[in-house]
């Protein structure tokens, strides 16, 4: 009886990993080119930034020593504990009086209307006194992260410059910090609050960080 003879088995085709790599490519591609027009806001239209003024050069995030902050109980606080989140910042002193409220009410306003981007986002009131918060602040703007910190610090991250808290300046506008810990947004002292809530939402939509 013959001998059958075996069939040699045909060796499987190797697959191109480059549609594998181009999908790739054109994913990436959008992330990166949102992340380079970021970076460079002289390039934006110039109705994107209407309303706050771009901080150029933008300003990090002090590491904690430069920036001694602690919380309403006396517990130390890093600011770049919330890296990743928008940043909506006001400086005041603890009496809250109603420039201050404003401005709390203003960041409270545009961090709630952001819809599903709301946890994209947080808000920030740096205290620059020793004095007690009253009841109606606390319970008006609960979420809010209140934290004291020293004014001179506080000038040279925020102003770029040595201040005390009861100079102009400090005290006076809002500021935007960006997911990346940059210093990067301020709006003027008696902000428009419709104009600063668009212009967050410009932000935040726009943007693929954070």
């Not at 590491?63 to 517990?75: E, K, P, R, S």
Request: proline content about 8%; aromatic content about 8%; glycine content about 6%.
């Amino acid at each position: 009886m013959a001998r059958e003879t075996p069939i040699a088995s045909t060796p499987a085709k190797k697959r191109s990993l480059v549609p594998l790599v181009l999908v790739f490519l054109c994913s990436l591609a959008p992330i990166l080119a949102a992340f380079v027009m970021y970076s460079n806001p002289q390039w934006w239209p110039d109705e994107s930034s209407n309303y706050g003024t771009l901080l150029d050069p933008q300003r990090p995030v002090p590491a904690a020593q430069d920036l001694q902050l602690t919380t309403l109980d006396g517990q130390p606080f890093d600011l770049q504990s919330l890296r990743g989140k928008w940043l909506l910042v006001s400086a005041g002193e603890a009496a809250c009086p109603e420039a201050c409220a404003r401005k709390l009410f203003i960041t409270r306003n545009s961090h709630a209307s952001q819809g599903k981007n709301v946890d994209r986002l947080a808000r920030v009131w740096f205290i620059t006194d020793d004095g007690d918060v009253p009841a109606k602040v606390l319970e008006a703007y609960q979420g809010t992260v209140m934290v004291r910190a020293r004014p001179e610090q506080l000038a040279r991250f925020l102003l770029a410059r040595d201040t005390v808290a009861g100079q102009p300046g400090l005290l006076d506008p809002i500021w935007v910090i960006d997911p990346l810990g940059n210093l990067m947004l301020q709006f003027p002292a008696d902000a428009d609050g419709v104009k600063v809530r668009k212009d967050i939402s410009k932000l935040v939509y726009s943007s693929r960080i954070g």
